[in-house]
């Protein structure tokens, strides 16, 4: 069932949300109600597949049935991947606050995980600029920083974001562009 989790979430990936939320159901079936990596990973996909299809309310159910699996489980970087997931949510729908403690809570949870990491530092870094936060380009370095590609677009798109913040001025204690 790990195969058809890894299948669901490249389809997810892809842009084939339709099909990653039945390879993730369908994983789900055949798995054990028990708490494992692998049911928290396809909760994680189902969630992300669901709310890719604009059902948030169920989607966000089920990113916290992950989460909460992937604490049973004992499985990190599942659960730090969800926190993102559900972070990126919480900031594309106006709650920067959330999104943030999401991302920092991922961030503790990564730390054996450059990659991940990365990613989770960047996140971060777009939550804390919603909410005009001067830590957002400490953080956008982090991410730059722990890039093992330089030349990758993620690197690239850290160097977009610490550019933007870098050309904002402070007016009155608010970031303005």
């Known amino acids: 069932m790990a195969r058809l989790t890894d299948v669901a979430e490249l389809a997810l990936s892809c842009g084939g949300e339709t099909q990653a939320e039945t ?5 789900l079936y055949y798995l054990s ?6 049911r928290s990973k396809a909760l994680r996909v189902l969630g992300a597949a669901l709310i890719a299809q604009g059902q948030t309310e169920a989607g966000s159910a089920t990113l916290e049935q992950a989460i909460s ?35 920092r809570r991922a961030i503790e949870l990564l730390a054996p995980s450059p990659h991940l990491l990365a990613i989770a530092h960047h996140h971060l870094a777009l939550a804390l600029v919603h909410h005009d936060r001067r830590e957002a380009e400490h953080h956008a370095q982090k991410a730059l920083a722990l890039r093992s590609d330089q030349d990758s677009h993620l690197a690239e798109a ?13 007016c009155g204690g608010e970031r303005t562009t």
Do not use: K, W
Request: net charge negative; proline share 3%.
């Open 23 to 27: 390879l993730a159901r369908e994983a």
């Open 33 to 38: 109600d028990a708490a494992c990596a692998t």
């Open 69 to 103: 699996m992937a604490v049973d489980a004992r499985a990190p970087a599942i659960e730090a991947s969800a926190l993102c997931q559900y972070g990126l949510l919480a900031l594309n729908h106006g709650d920067p606050v959330s999104a943030e403690g999401r991302f």
């Open 158 to 170: 850290d160097r977009v974001l610490l550019a933007r913040l870098r050309t904002t001025t402070t």
